[in-house]
């Protein structure tokens, strides 16, 4: 069997070196770099995000291009159902409110 004092193992200097080790990284400073900007050229459309779905997908389509108010057909007009009266969204509020 080997003896004891092989087995023994030197506390002391890993101590002495995780702390010269922990001391060298608190006395350092930080250090800060400058990041490049994303743009290839100067022209600000290439910074620009993709066109994706949605109201913005095709720039002919857009909502806020229309020129004149909508005017649905008479076949579309008469399809619609009447708007309800006072007293029948009165009486469906205070349903909802119970």
């Given at each position: 069997m080997?003896s004891?004092?092989?087995?023994?193992?030197?506390?002391?200097k890993?101590?002495?070196?995780?702390?010269?080790k922990?001391?060298?990284?608190?006395n350092?400073?930080p250090?800060?770099s400058?990041?490049p900007?994303?743009?290839?050229?100067?022209?600000?459309a290439d910074?620009?995000p993709?066109?994706?779905?949605?109201?913005a997908?095709?720039?002919?389509?857009?909502?806020?291009?229309?020129?004149d108010?909508?005017?649905?057909t008479?076949e579309?007009?008469?399809?619609?159902?009447?708007?309800a009266?006072?007293?029948e969204?009165?009486a469906?509020?205070?349903?909802?409110?119970?």
């Amino acid at each position: 069997m080997p003896s004891t004092e092989q087995l023994t193992v030197p506390t002391t200097k890993k101590h002495k070196k995780m702390s010269s080790k922990s001391d060298a990284t608190k006395n350092e400073e930080p250090t800060y770099s400058i990041q490049p900007h994303p743009a290839k050229t100067n022209d600000p459309a290439d910074l620009a995000p993709e066109q994706t779905g949605g109201l913005a997908s095709n720039p002919n389509e857009r909502a806020f291009h229309a020129r004149d108010p909508h005017i649905p057909t008479t076949e579309v007009m008469a399809s619609l159902e009447q708007p309800a009266t006072r007293e029948e969204l009165q009486a469906r509020q205070a349903e909802l409110n119970k």
